[in-house]
């Protein structure tokens, strides 16, 4: 099992930075992948970011070139750098883990952009 704990959310003016963290509970090298994803209200939750065991990261559409993903295998933490957020921002924020053919999810972390 991995349990993943997120932190780092709060309220941000639009075109602010933000830095998200997940700590997990066991060595993230052995996990298959790790990432963010978020969910707006009344919205389906969407993929934010990702990055495979492998280094190999992908994005969804609306956060290329603003946010990226990162990974500190000695901490066991994966980072979402957010930059120039928008107001369409504003979700909660799930860090997922896909380990042994199972996915893991954090409580989520609230992330709200003024505009």
């Known amino acids: 099992q991995v349990q993943l704990v997120e932190s780092g959310g709060g309220l941000v003016q639009a075109g602010g930075s933000l830095t998200l963290s997940c700590a997990a509970s066991?060595?993230?090298?052995?996990?298959?992948?790790m990432g963010w994803y978020r969910q707006a209200p009344g919205k389906q939750r969407e993929l934010v970011a990702q990055?495979?065991?492998?280094?190999?990261?992908h994005y969804g559409e609306s956060v290329k070139g603003r946010f990226t993903i990162s990974r500190d295998n000695a901490k066991n933490t994966v980072y979402l750098q957010m930059n120039s957020l928008k107001p369409e921002d504003t979700a909660v924020y799930f860090c997922?883990?896909?380990?042994?053919?199972?996915?893991?999810w954090g409580q989520g972390t609230q992330v709200t952009v003024s505009s």
């Open positions: 997922n883990a896909r380990y042994v053919f199972r996915d893991y």
């Open positions: 066991r060595s993230i090298v052995s996990i298959t992948s």
């Open positions: 990055m495979l065991s492998n280094g190999l990261t």
